[in-house]
């Protein structure tokens, strides 16, 4: 189908057209059809009504990716927000701003407001944007714990991130259950220098590594490379946290070892980013990478 929207904010004043692809009776993805931008959407049906406690969570997982205008490079994150009593959030994030890693195990107790009529709510993170993130994340609910969530820090105008924030199935996570069997993996390139576009499979080779086929493209390169060229095995699960889902991945490369953060949604699918150290001869830009989520 085809839709227009039209605009007359702070922002933008304007008529935009799309057209649109559904995917069921609640979903739907569309891309901007003018010569106004390029702007493409995610969108799906709320399931209200809501509740003040909607937006009590135990864990729910977060990626995000965006630009960064001052060094002309992707932006991305990956974390855990936990709301509990509707106004008090924990979270915990890595993320990598063109090679600078930051990693966060804990912020507690950051104030929350939520609006049960629209399913927004606004998250205050001390620090948030020093360390790679966000003062002030917004988020639009379409289920509890579900929805999409964005960088909305006032006064900072060099960069802009948005994702997905999904809820976790369960609340203690193992290699086991969560990653034992295969997904289907896709990364999310912004920048020319580092938007390292790929679908393929990641899953289990045996009890203790991993796999990474996939067809992979860098906008720098005319070619393409198929998975034959692109397969990666003996990954490795250095940690997780049963608690949290947050864990590592080491992938071996021929050389140095690669590093990546990730947090398991469910079983089977989970946001990761690279976080390779500094040094390490792989560290640089990420894209946001994921596998399975909705």
């Given at each position: ?94 993320s990598n701003d063109n090679g600078g890693i930051a990693s966060i ?145 080491l992938i071996p490369l021929g050389g140095p070892t690669e590093t ?35």
């Amino acid at each position: 189908g085809t839709l227009t929207v039209t605009l007359n904010d702070a922002l933008s004043t304007g008529t935009q057209n799309f057209a649109y692809y559904a995917i069921t009776a609640n979903r739907f993805v569309a891309v901007e059809t003018d010569m106004t931008g390029t702007m493409i959407a995610d969108a799906s049906r709320q399931s209200t009504p809501f509740t003040a406690t909607t937006v009590n969570t135990t864990g729910a997982v977060f990626g995000i990716a965006g630009f960064d205008s001052v060094a002309s490079n992707e932006i991305s994150a990956v974390g855990q927000l936990q709301i509990a009593g509707t106004n008090a959030a924990t979270l915990g994030w890595d993320s990598n701003d063109n090679g600078g890693i930051a990693s966060i195990p804990t912020v507690a107790t950051q104030p929350v407001t939520f609006n049960a009529t629209t399913g927004r709510g606004t998250v205050t993170v001390a620090s948030g944007a020093a360390n790679g993130l966000a003062d002030s994340l917004v988020f639009y609910l379409t289920a509890p714990g579900t929805g999409f969530i964005m960088d909305a820090t006032s006064a900072t105008t060099n960069r802009a991130m948005a994702g997905t924030l999904t809820a976790q199935t369960g609340t203690s996570f193992s290699t086991a259950t969560d990653l034992g069997g295969t997904s289907i993996v896709r990364s999310r390139g912004v920048s020319v220098n580092d938007a390292q576009v790929f679908v393929g499979e990641f899953g289990p080779t045996s009890s203790s590594t991993y796999a990474l086929v996939a067809d992979q493209r860098f906008p720098t390169s005319a070619n393409i490379q198929t998975s034959t060229d692109v397969s990666i095995p003996n990954i490795a699960v250095a940690t997780l946290n049963a608690n949290t889902g947050r864990g590592t991945l080491l992938i071996p490369l021929g050389g140095p070892t690669e590093t990546l953060a990730f947090y398991v949604i469910g079983p089977n699918q989970f946001v990761f980013i690279d976080i390779s150290p500094v040094g390490s001869g792989e560290n640089g830009a990420s894209s946001l990478f994921l596998g399975d989520p909705h």
